[in-house]
């Protein structure tokens, strides 16, 4: 079964603060995907990447920015943390031929203050 | 540009019961179309999909889910739930793009 790990799993920062939060997926797989859960809203797609140097841009990318520096490594990037990115963040990976089945991590609770 | 819907935000059935999850979709192409659950404080977890072929399609825990091309609908079914089956359930579509958009979930809740 895939293995897709988020760190940190929670992390609290104030206004402006810069913040990173990483993904590491150890099957292989093509595809890294960054959602944000919200109440109301569901999962939304922020980022995501076919591969290491690649980034397509999701259906909510403002305020983020996102690298690929290796197959295994998706980082997801707040440079000025507003409060409306208070968020659960997920990561996510599929393979090239079953791209519709996302093997997702635990979660990052950020709480922007 | 692809959407889902859910239109139960909550369901709540006793143990037992059987259930059925709406989820109903647009999409102008080749659509994938799949479930997934969350338990409270994980990630999500794959339960099925559809490409192509059988519109019925199975999955685990006893879960299965039928295609409609012409209801533009995907709906997840269980014939008798148990308790451990509480959770958020996400209906998701995708295409060719490799990009998938999920529906805001359904809650369940199973009552003894």
């Known amino acids: 079964e895939a293995a897709v790990t988020q760190s940190p799993r929670n992390k609290v920062t104030v206004t402006g603060g810069n913040v990173t939060l990483s993904c590491r997926q150890t099957?292989?797989?093509?595809?890294m995907y960054w959602y944000r859960q919200d109440t109301g809203h569901g999962l939304r797609l922020i980022h995501y990447?076919?591969?290491?140097?690649?980034?397509q841009i999701g259906d909510v990318p403002d305020g983020y920015k996102a690298t690929r520096t290796t197959q295994e490594d998706f980082f997801l990037l707040l440079e000025l943390a507003s409060p409306s990115q208070t968020s659960l963040y997920f990561c996510?990976?599929?393979?090239?031929?079953?791209?519709?089945?996302?093997?997702f991590g635990a979660g990052t609770r950020l709480s922007v203050l | 540009t692809q959407t889902v819907s859910q239109s139960d935000a909550h369901v709540t059935v006793f143990e037992g019961d059987s259930v059925e999850l709406r989820c109903n979709y647009s999409?102008?192409?080749?659509?994938?179309l799949s479930w997934y659950i969350q338990h409270h404080g994980h990630g999500l977890q794959f339960l099925l999909k559809?490409?192509?072929?059988?519109?019925v399609v199975q999955g685990v825990n006893g879960f299965e889910a039928e295609f409609s091309k012409s209801d533009s609908s995907f709906h997840l079914r269980k014939a008798s739930v148990h308790w451990s089956d509480s959770a958020v359930y996400f209906c998701?579509?995708?295409?060719?793009?490799?990009?998938?958009?999920f529906g805001k979930g359904t809650k369940l809740s199973v009552k003894s």
């Open positions: 996510a990976s599929s393979d090239l031929g079953s791209q519709n089945t996302l093997y």
């Open positions: 099957n292989s797989h093509n595809y």
């Open positions: 990447s076919y591969g290491a140097g690649n980034l």
């Open positions: 999409y102008g192409g080749s659509i994938y």
């Open positions: 559809y490409y192509s072929g059988n519109p």
């Open positions: 998701a579509a995708g295409g060719s793009n490799a990009k998938l958009t």
